[in-house]
């Protein structure tokens, strides 16, 4: 199983990036899905989590922002991310849960003031 991250990117507050995770060689339907993010000296934390039947859920800081989805038959998610702040700089990560679980490579995103 292989997941590959893209979207990342460097973009002004108030901006939009769209985050995309497609997974390979794995069933993607039945297996709910999220985003983390990890700052610079911080710990990697969920920001969103999507079930396989599509039920979401967002940390408090994103929601209204960010908005996760996905296409089973492209065996992707994706992650919306709009009216960018500085503060949601990271590296974003994407997870198949299972057993076992699985992690994407991570994509930069920057957010200039």
């Known amino acids: 199983v292989q997941l590959q991250a893209s979207g990342g990117g460097l973009v002004q507050a108030g901006g939009s990036l769209r985050l995309s995770c497609t997974a390979y060689?794995?069933?993607?339907?039945?297996?709910?899905m999220g985003w983390y993010r990890q700052a610079p000296g911080k710990q990697r934390e969920l920001v969103a989590f999507i079930t396989s039947g599509g039920s979401t859920n967002y940390i408090d800081s994103v929601k209204g922002r960010f908005t996760i989805s996905r296409d089973n038959a492209k065996n992707t998610v994706y992650l919306q991310m709009n009216s960018l702040k500085p503060e949601d700089t990271a590296v974003y990560y994407c997870k198949r849960y299972g057993v076992p679980d699985y992690w994407g490579q991570g994509t930069q995103v920057t957010v200039s003031s």
């Open positions: 060689g794995s069933i993607f339907s039945i297996n709910d």
